[in-house]
């Protein structure tokens, strides 16, 4: 038995060091000032210094938009690949290429969009070539708020796909037929059974994806650069160069995060529990 | 039902046009350094560049570094907690669960704050032991898949009755972690270690931040500074990733042949 | 009248057929078994009755209505899977209510008709239970309640008892029969187990490979099997091969002795080769011509008895029946005799008669290899 505790312990301490700590430090350091005391000044400053509050609102907003859109977009995927009748190729290609899509994020994931879509790139030149159409011309621009929720999509859609589809395969076949033998079409089995069945899921992953891309910086980074002012940015700056002229601070913005990111994946968590439990 | 099936047809296109096109045009981009005609100039620049070849090399190092260390950490804590130590289960999933809550940025927010070079272990005070800084927050950022492909692994071989077995037949502890566990769970290690390969090459906050020469870094400034070199890079970094990827899927139907005299 | 009627249904799925010509009339309120090994059709030939799949050729009727092309859910047929397939997000309630809540039934009603129906499979105080709180035989109850809250016209059943514990099974089994005597309903049960198809059924469709081999009562299916199949799916069977001497009268061969049907034989010649069947209560054992005499009430009957001569190999003790296994040349026998715990049982390498009723030597058609 004392062979199991010492063959743990590296486990342990390592996750204790470079996990643990770090993050209870921070926590810990949100909640005091320069001098050490214990103060509720930093957290405050969360909400009324306008620069803070401001990064806060664009983050939620770029989470919520390609949470929600890639929630239903890599729903609809997983949907067709998996219900739709589809020939039997299609999915497993799917999956694969969501695994790999999914993985395919930062920074290289903004150069490959900056080359499809920025002013020089393949589809906007095509586009003003072939259909005299130029995107920039309707106020659209790849380093926007619409731009970046756009490329995020690619890393989002992928994971919605891949974390629905184990749920859409738990759909069995029977419930399908004895809603049908009882008298429902099509639609009323959707609304009564199907849904019903996947919507913590559905909720679930969608929160999971809210956290994903609040706590993501790299693509931004690429993408919009500072004119983008999201949370993560932020923090990467005040750690560079304390822009905010307080460390603690810094303390309270990684706070913030973890509080937003924690609560996401909490609720997916709890959500997935209770799903799993009807499905028993 | 016909309804359906076209709708499915029509998600499933407009779906692949929007992951392969930007793969297109990221390529296209990249052979258009030569003015006039496609090349594949950019790619020269970029592999004769020393800097690519330098902070390429760097992160397969740190890869390769990471995957040693993650190893090392999960297999006896996957195998101990399977064997002896169940209570512990929980606790264990939740730690490995914590790097996907809390976002990379903020743990090496923290490292920078705990280990800078005022505190008790400076490992920022040099470039050795900030090095292996981010080593460790790479293992941190691998732990959930890495753990995760080793436990499923270990799962799937009944730990139990293996070592009971191998210790009924005169084997001591190293022998049967060498031998008997570490060659079944093979293919979940391997399968762990190429996803961390993918994640290490091209993470940029941790390098970025720790301030060392790796792939990430290297991507952010010629992002900056040049015109067709970052859209060869990505097409170089999603060949990797693919061939990672690939990596993990023939390593998985290997097993699957064995098994099935 | 005929209430449910299959004519010339067929099944084809590419170029495989998995259901050949199906004809079948079923009364009102009749329990029609479908039984068969895996892969016979049976499901197949049920679920197009259900709408699921789309009969090749054929047409369905439902009281005189053709239903063959109708959707699965215009046909007004109730069903129980036999994986409950009860709907995890409602509880029991909201599962039996599903079909009425469909079809638009004011909520009073709705809540009367559930409560009856939980009645009536007698589990009345688990209406706010969900499905995974329940165990398997009640939740199949459910199921069966949800499926007859409809009034449906026909109650399909496919291998709903396969899942349960064989307990279960046998309570669940008269449950169901009694059930559905009670409410009249026309029924079609599918399943693999012939001791269920027995005893439930009004009549029983022995199916294999696609094909109906017999169609029949239980009586009918046990005593008088047409098929080698059917002998040999239906209770345990010896089978026999023997050579015609005589067709006129039924006299054939069988290793090398000498046995009498009671009916000719039409369906081949003198030389050729048949199959017979005997079942093992039909054979009684003699350990010699004296206790033969003694013993048997036969010894004054009209038409001579069957013998074989022939040697015990194997005396299996199962309980209340001793099965002996006799051996011919080529061929050996197994018959049942009960448990008699004041006479010696008989042992293995004596010499035995074996006798039977030329009635009880079953001639069987079809291939005779």
Redesign the interface.
Known sequence: ?A???I??T??FV??L???????L??VV?AFQDPAGNFTLANLAQLFTQSSIRSAYWISIKVSLASATFGGL?GF??A???V????PQW?RPT?M??S???S???????????????GR????TTLLVTYFDFNIYSTGFNLLSFWGLTLTY??FQ?PLMVLIITPALDGL?R??R??????????W?YWR??AL??LWPAILGTTLLLF?NS?????TA??LTGSSLNIV?IL??AQ??GDVLHDPNL?YAL?LG??LV??LS?GAYIWLRARSD???? | MKQAKLGSWIAIIVGSLYFIVPLIGTFEFSMRMRRGEYSFAAYRVVFADPNFQATFAYSTVMALATIVIGVVLVVPTSYWIQLRLQKLRPLVEFITLMPLVIPAIVIVFGYLRLYNSSSILPLTASARSTDLLLAFSYVTLALPYMYRAVDTGMRAIDVRTLTEAAENLGAGLPTVLFRVILPNVRVAILSGAFLTFATVIGEFTMASLLNRPAFGPYLQLIGANRAYEPSALAVIAFVVTWACMGLINVVGRGKQIKATP | MTFLDLSDVRKNYGSQTVVHKFDLDVERGEFISFLGPSGCGKTTTLRMVAGFETPTAGAIRIDGKDITRLRPNQRNVGMVFQSYALFPNMTVAGNVAFGLKIAKKPAAEIAARVEEMLKLIKLPHLGARFPYQLSGGQQQRVALARALAISPQVLLLDEPLSALDAKIRVSLREEIRSLQRALGITTIYVTHDQEEALSMSDRIVVMNEGRVEQIGTPFEIYNNPKTRFVASFVGTLNILKGTIVDPAVGRIVIDGQEVMTSKPVTHAKAGEACTVALRPEAATLYQSEMQEAATSSFAKDSEPRNRMQGTIEEVSFLGSVVRVRVRFDEHAISLDTFNNPSATPPARGSQVTVAFARDDLLMLEGAAA
């Open positions: 038995m062979w199991a505790w063959g743990v590296p486990f390592f996750a060091m470079f996990l643990i700590v770090p993050t430090y921070l350091g977009l609809a995927l949907y067709a690949a219900i739709g009748g589809l299609i799917l694969t290429f695994g790999v899509a993985n395919f994020a930062g920074l290289p994931l903004a150069f490959a969009f900056l080359a499809t879509l020089t790139g393949l589809v999509l690619y859609i069995k029977e419930w037929e004895a809603s049908a033998i009882l008298g429902a079409s099509y009323e009564y059974v019903p069945i956290a609040f706590g993501a910086i790299a980074y690429a993560t923090l990467y750690i560079r810094g990684a995060m973890i990111t924690g994946n439990r009807w499905q028993r």
